[in-house]
């Protein structure tokens, strides 16, 4: 996606931010098949990843917005995770990363994320490709969307829609 194209989500989204009510305080991200479309296991720290065509203008647009970012990820190579979201230039965007190894499900990782920022758990807004991700940071009261073909600006406004619903946002 070119410069102008990643504008053009940047302008959606800023779109949609404005036209909410309620704006979470923190919106988590995973990664792998979430902001980028792949496993970070499954690549090399030579290559050169990419984000999902929509993902960096949301990213932008979050940030111009002052909402506040965090990355909460499992994956079993958090050193090609780091390594390529230092190729990618965005770590500076997230208040908290949370990436380490998990056989289980990331409410260890929501629990430092809350503990690092501050910000209670029905403040957040969690983007995840994994259902029972989604499950099980929901149970800790996280407004939870699934994505199926990364974060995009379809998910980004069903995300923020079902945080408003949810009416719990301090």
């Known amino acids: 996606m070119g410069k102008e194209e990643e504008e053009e989500v940047m302008g959606e989204a800023l779109r949609l931010l404005h036209s909410c009510t309620m704006l979470p305080r923190l919106v988590v991200f995973d990664l792998d098949y979430t902001l980028w479309p792949f496993w970070c296991e499954c690549r090399s720290k030579k290559e050169n990843p ?6 960096m203008g949301i990213l932008n647009a979050l940030k111009q917005k002052g909402v506040t ?9 958090p050193d090609i995770a780091n390594c390529f979201l230092n190729k990618l230039g965005i770590p500076s965007f997230f208040a ?12 260890e990782h ?3 994320i809350r503990q690092n920022t501050g910000i209670p758990y029905k403040s957040m807004l969690f983007f995840d490709d994994e259902s029972r ?3 099980s940071v929901s149970q800790l009261g996280v407004t939870s969307m699934l994505v199926e073909d990364g974060v995009n600006l379809k998910a980004l406004e069903q995300g923020l829609q079902l945080y408003a619903e949810s009416g719990t946002a301090v």
């Not at 970012?69 to 190579?77: E, F, K």
């Not at 990363?97 to 289980?104: K, R, V």
């Open 96 to 107: 908290d990363m949370q990436i380490y190894p998990s056989y289980t499900h990331k409410v």
């Open 50 to 55: 990419s984000l999902y065509p929509e993902a």
């Open 110 to 112: 929501f629990q430092k």
């Open 133 to 135: 991700n989604i499950q």
């Open 69 to 77: 970012m965090a990355v909460a990820s499992r994956t079993p190579t």
